[in-house]
Protein backbone atom coordinates (compact mmCIF):
# COMPACT_ATOMS: atom_id res chain seq x y z
CA UNK A 1 0.00 0.00 0.00
CA UNK A 2 2.77 2.51 0.62
CA UNK A 3 4.00 2.22 -2.76
CA UNK A 4 0.60 2.98 -4.53
CA UNK A 5 0.46 6.38 -2.18
CA UNK A 6 3.80 7.57 -3.29
CA UNK A 7 3.09 6.65 -6.88
CA UNK A 8 0.43 8.88 -6.46
CA UNK A 9 2.32 11.45 -4.35
CA UNK A 10 4.87 11.48 -7.62
CA UNK A 11 2.15 11.83 -10.22
CA UNK A 12 0.61 15.05 -8.61
CA UNK A 13 4.40 16.35 -8.52
CA UNK A 14 4.20 15.82 -12.17
CA UNK A 15 1.27 17.27 -13.07
CA UNK A 16 1.60 20.35 -10.55
CA UNK A 17 5.09 20.39 -12.65
CA UNK A 18 3.23 20.52 -15.84
CA UNK A 19 0.60 23.17 -14.93
CA UNK A 20 3.52 25.56 -13.86
CA UNK A 21 5.07 24.78 -17.37
CA UNK A 22 1.63 25.77 -19.14
CA UNK A 23 1.21 28.59 -16.90
CA UNK A 24 5.02 29.97 -17.52
CA UNK A 25 4.66 29.22 -21.19
CA UNK A 26 1.45 31.57 -21.64
CA UNK A 27 3.43 34.14 -20.09
CA UNK A 28 5.85 33.96 -23.10
CA UNK A 29 3.82 33.43 -25.99
CA UNK A 30 5.68 36.50 -28.00
CA UNK A 31 8.81 34.70 -27.38
CA UNK A 32 7.70 31.13 -28.45
CA UNK A 33 6.24 33.16 -31.65
CA UNK A 34 9.92 34.34 -32.21
CA UNK A 35 11.30 30.87 -31.74
CA UNK A 36 8.84 29.78 -33.57
CA UNK A 37 9.98 32.09 -36.22
CA UNK A 38 13.37 31.61 -36.44
CA UNK A 39 13.06 27.67 -36.68
CA UNK A 40 10.40 28.06 -39.98
CA UNK A 41 13.09 30.13 -41.77
CA UNK A 42 16.36 27.78 -41.29
CA UNK A 43 15.29 26.53 -44.45
CA UNK A 44 15.46 30.22 -46.39
CA UNK A 45 18.67 31.31 -44.44
CA UNK A 46 20.55 27.96 -45.57
CA UNK A 47 19.31 28.69 -48.75
CA UNK A 48 20.85 32.86 -48.46
CA UNK A 49 24.14 31.72 -47.15
CA UNK A 50 24.86 30.06 -50.17
CA UNK A 51 23.98 32.65 -51.79
CA UNK A 52 26.11 35.02 -49.89
CA UNK A 53 28.65 32.02 -49.48
CA UNK A 54 28.19 31.93 -53.99
CA UNK A 55 28.87 35.55 -54.67
CA UNK A 56 31.67 35.86 -52.31
CA UNK A 57 33.66 32.67 -53.93
CA UNK A 58 33.44 34.36 -57.63
CA UNK A 59 33.98 37.45 -56.31
CA UNK A 60 37.21 36.35 -54.58
CA UNK A 61 38.15 34.06 -57.39
CA UNK A 62 38.19 37.12 -59.28
CA UNK A 63 40.15 39.16 -56.97
CA UNK A 64 42.72 36.87 -56.09
CA UNK A 65 43.52 36.36 -60.04
CA UNK A 66 44.13 40.06 -60.28
CA UNK A 67 45.76 40.68 -57.40
CA UNK A 68 47.88 37.66 -57.76
CA UNK A 69 48.98 38.92 -61.84
CA UNK A 70 49.57 42.28 -59.89
CA UNK A 71 51.86 40.83 -57.33
CA UNK A 72 53.70 38.87 -60.14
CA UNK A 73 54.37 42.13 -62.09
CA UNK A 74 55.69 44.07 -59.13
CA UNK A 75 57.88 41.03 -58.05
CA UNK A 76 59.59 41.40 -61.47
CA UNK A 77 59.94 45.35 -61.48
CA UNK A 78 59.26 46.53 -57.78
CA UNK A 79 61.46 50.24 -58.63
CA UNK A 80 58.05 51.26 -61.27
CA UNK A 81 55.31 50.12 -58.58
CA UNK A 82 57.42 52.35 -55.79
CA UNK A 83 57.30 55.44 -58.44
CA UNK A 84 53.84 54.71 -59.25
CA UNK A 85 52.10 54.05 -56.11
CA UNK A 86 54.04 55.96 -53.96
CA UNK A 87 54.36 53.53 -51.55
CA UNK A 88 56.80 51.16 -49.86
CA UNK A 89 56.71 48.16 -52.09
CA UNK A 90 57.46 45.23 -49.17
CA UNK A 91 54.09 47.10 -46.78
CA UNK A 92 51.83 47.24 -49.79
CA UNK A 93 52.91 43.78 -50.84
CA UNK A 94 52.36 42.53 -46.84
CA UNK A 95 49.23 44.37 -47.24
CA UNK A 96 47.88 42.70 -50.01
CA UNK A 97 48.64 39.16 -48.97
CA UNK A 98 47.17 39.89 -45.86
CA UNK A 99 43.93 40.86 -47.23
CA UNK A 100 43.47 39.25 -50.62
CA UNK A 101 46.19 36.32 -50.17
CA UNK A 102 44.26 33.58 -49.94
CA UNK A 103 40.40 32.34 -51.02
CA UNK A 104 39.40 32.03 -47.62
CA UNK A 105 41.17 35.16 -46.48
CA UNK A 106 39.48 36.90 -49.36
CA UNK A 107 36.44 35.50 -48.59
CA UNK A 108 36.78 36.27 -45.06
CA UNK A 109 37.56 40.16 -46.33
CA UNK A 110 34.38 40.35 -48.51
CA UNK A 111 32.35 38.85 -45.67
CA UNK A 112 34.31 41.05 -43.05
CA UNK A 113 33.39 43.96 -45.50
CA UNK A 114 29.48 43.11 -45.88
CA UNK A 115 28.71 42.64 -42.52
CA UNK A 116 30.52 44.98 -40.59
CA UNK A 117 33.75 43.17 -39.35
CA UNK A 118 35.67 45.78 -40.98
CA UNK A 119 35.48 49.20 -42.55
CA UNK A 120 34.69 48.02 -46.15
CA UNK A 121 36.65 51.40 -47.75
CA UNK A 122 39.89 50.39 -45.53
CA UNK A 123 39.92 47.15 -47.57
CA UNK A 124 39.26 48.57 -51.35
CA UNK A 125 42.44 51.54 -50.56
CA UNK A 126 44.61 48.23 -51.87
CA UNK A 127 42.59 47.58 -54.95
CA UNK A 128 42.22 51.03 -55.81
CA UNK A 129 45.85 51.83 -55.09
CA UNK A 130 46.46 48.76 -58.07
CA UNK A 131 43.42 49.87 -60.13
CA UNK A 132 40.77 52.17 -60.06
CA UNK A 133 38.21 50.18 -61.80
CA UNK A 134 38.88 46.85 -59.57
CA UNK A 135 37.87 49.26 -56.62
CA UNK A 136 34.96 50.41 -58.17
CA UNK A 137 34.38 46.55 -59.20
CA UNK A 138 34.56 46.09 -54.97
CA UNK A 139 32.05 48.90 -54.79
CA UNK A 140 29.62 47.17 -56.88
CA UNK A 141 30.09 44.03 -54.79
CA UNK A 142 29.48 45.72 -51.27
CA UNK A 143 26.26 47.87 -52.71
CA UNK A 144 24.92 44.57 -54.38
CA UNK A 145 25.92 42.49 -51.23
CA UNK A 146 24.50 44.86 -48.89
CA UNK A 147 21.23 46.84 -50.25
CA UNK A 148 20.10 43.65 -52.80
CA UNK A 149 20.51 40.78 -51.13
CA UNK A 150 20.93 41.14 -47.83
CA UNK A 151 17.61 43.36 -48.10
CA UNK A 152 16.18 40.56 -49.94
CA UNK A 153 16.57 37.88 -47.94
CA UNK A 154 15.39 40.13 -44.87
CA UNK A 155 11.72 40.33 -46.25
CA UNK A 156 11.87 36.41 -47.41
CA UNK A 157 12.43 36.23 -43.57
CA UNK A 158 9.34 38.37 -42.87
CA UNK A 159 7.29 36.90 -45.14
CA UNK A 160 7.79 33.31 -44.29
CA UNK A 161 7.17 34.31 -40.52
Not at 11 to 28: D, G, S, Y
Not at 91 to 99: C, I, V
Request: aromatic share 10%; proline share 2%.
Amino acid sequence: VPNISSMRAMRACRLVRVIRVLRVARIFHDLRIMVNGILMSMRSLLWALALLALMGFVFGVSVIEFVSTELVLMEENPESYSDDLNVDVTTFKAELLDLWGSLIGTMYTLYQAVSGGVDWGTTAEALVKISPVFGLLFCLYVAVATFCVLNIITGVFVENT
